[in-house]
């Protein structure tokens, strides 16, 4: 079955510390993509950063890099020197390229608190 | 650019009025689509379209239509409000089809989202 799994549902970060929020997937589809989007308490979705199945290298934005490890399956996110304004919902999910309406499958998030 | 537009932010109804959410996006992306969020749930996918003139169903798209009429346009129709369709509602578009999944052309960018509750 095609799955992601989130298994941090809570997870506390000291101001300017990095933390680490874990991703693993299940599929057997070769070709996909995985995401990482930030949900704020104001509820809107925001995109923070991909990474192919395809892709050699971790992808990085700006303090968000991946950990992509292909023979494993996960995929977590690294947030570097986090900010109070990081304290949201993570999800991480998938897209696959063997699923005709290409829907985005979702972890059920980790929420993140950065503490002054 | 305004990404992808939402409206309205909120709205409720009673049991068996219809109304719709409105989606538009001004990037020309091909591939858009509605999702539900609900508590201990995560996001569902309703219906989906890959060009004007294209549409089809997701995973819960019992109760909810849709047309896409233009490229920028995907409204989501609800026919008879339930209280089950209480919900956080997304438009989602991306610049691929899904011809392109492994390229950063299928990320989705996402509306700002729509909060109903039904009656």
């Known amino acids: 079955a095609q799955k992601i799994t989130q298994t941090q549902p809570g997870m506390f970060v000291q101001e300017k510390e990095a933390v680490t929020l874990d991703c693993t997937y299940d599929t057997s589809d070769q070709s996909y993509g995985l995401f990482w989007y930030k949900q704020p308490s104001s509820g809107e979705m925001i995109f923070l950063i991909y990474?192919?199945?395809?892709?050699?290298q971790n992808a990085t934005e700006g303090r968000y890099s991946l950990n992509f490890q292909k023979a494993r399956k996960s995929t977590n996110l690294v947030i570097s020197a986090s900010q109070l304004g990081d304290s949201a919902m993570y999800f991480c999910a998938m897209r696959l390229s063997m699923d005709s309406s290409y829907k985005l499958i979702f972890g059920s998030g980790t929420r993140l608190l950065v503490r002054p | 650019n305004a990404g992808v537009t939402q409206t309205p932010k909120f709205q409720v109804l009673k049991t068996g009025q219809s109304m719709t959410l409105q989606c538009a996006q001004d990037?020309?992306?091909?591939?858009m689509s509605w999702y539900r969020q609900d508590p201990g749930m995560g996001l569902r996918l309703i219906h989906y379209?890959?060009?004007?003139?294209?549409?089809d169903q997701g995973e819960v798209p019992n109760g909810y239509n849709v047309s896409r009429s233009t490229t920028e346009d995907f409204p989501l129709r609800l026919l008879s409000a339930a209280p089950s369709q209480t919900s956080v509602y997304f438009c989602?578009?991306?610049?691929?089809?899904?011809?392109?999944?492994?390229?950063?052309?299928?990320?989705?960018?996402f509306g700002a989202g729509s909060r109903l509750t039904v009656l």
């Open positions: 990474q192919g199945s395809y892709d050699e």
């Open positions: 989602a578009s991306s610049r691929d089809r899904g011809r392109l999944i492994t390229s950063g052309a299928n990320v989705l960018t």
């Open positions: 379209s890959v060009g004007a003139g294209i549409t």
């Open positions: 990037m020309n992306h091909e591939y």
